[in-house]
T-cell receptor, first 114, second 113 residues
Framework: DTGVSQDPRHKITKRGQNVTFRCDPI?????LYWYRQTLGQGPEFLTYFQNEAQLEKSRLLSDRFSAERPKGSFSTLEIQRTEQGDSAMYLC????????????FGSGTQLSVL | SQKIEQNSEALNIQEGKTATLTCNYT??????LQWYRQDPGRGPVFLLL?????KEKRKERLKVTFDTTLKQSLFHITASQPADSATYLCALDSTGTASKLTFGTGTRLQVTL
């Protein structure tokens, strides 16, 4: 069990640029989640995959955000035309497909939009 | 609207004492509640899960209670140590399907010698 891996750990970009983050979940976990966290707040749900199917998306996920999990393994989160308000920690988590399960989080990608 | 409240003020306690953190919620009927620990610059780490039909759950020095009438969970750390210093988050499942957890803002605990 190598844990959930996220890459990169830190990303600094200029406003208007596109960024992409990668998440590698724990290998036997079917479910994968993306959360966003700003300073002093708890993580906010963005989206959730069951295998390769994206089953739920938050209203926080504007049209500039897109997430994929093409083969049911790793996932990518892309933000197009970044804005300063996108600056946050983007957290990925995974869990087993049996309900009521704890989430295993990665260390996150810290995005700073200048 | 649905709301989860945790004390946003930091909790400072002395080593060896019991720390008690509170999580209150409104307009939820959660099937279960979870507690996580988060250290600066790291993702949350799962600690305990308690279901709606359970009053209390223990794990080593940790104890969680869940009162669905008061809509409140209490999280206790006994014999606290400086290594327990972190932010503690409570989280509720708002869908009943475990597909989405909603987190509180967290309470920062500082344990001093």
């Amino acid at each position: 069990d190598t844990g959930v891996s996220q890459d990169p750990r830190h990303k600094i970009t200029k406003r208007g640029q596109n960024v992409t983050f990668r998440c590698d979940p724990i290998s036997e976990h079917n479910r994968l989640y993306w959360y966003r966290q700003t300073l002093g707040q708890g993580p906010e749900f963005l989206t959730y995959f069951q295998n390769e199917a994206q089953l739920e998306k938050s209203r926080l996920l504007s049209d500039r955000f897109s997430a994929e999990r093409p083969k049911g393994s790793f996932s990518t989160l892309e933000i197009q035309r970044t804005e300063q308000g996108d600056s946050a920690m983007y957290l990925c988590a995974s869990s087993r497909d049996s309900g009521n399960e704890k989430l295993f989080f990665g260390s996150g990608t810290q995005l700073s939009v200048l | 609207s649905q709301k989860i409240e945790q004390n946003s003020e930091a909790l400072n306690i002395q080593e060896g004492k019991t720390a008690t953190l509170t999580c209150n919620y409104t307009n939820y009927s959660p099937a279960y509640l979870q507690w996580y620990r988060q250290d600066p610059g790291r993702g949350p780490v799962f600690l305990l899960l308690i279901r709606e039909n359970e009053k209390e759950k223990r794990k080593e020095r940790l104890k969680v209670t869940f009162d669905t009438t008061l809509k409140q969970s209490l999280f206790h750390i006994t014999a606290s140590q400086p290594a327990d210093s972190a932010t503690y988050l409570c989280a509720l499942d708002s869908t009943g399907t475990a597909s989405k957890l909603t987190f509180g803002t967290g309470t920062r605990l500082q344990v001093t010698l």
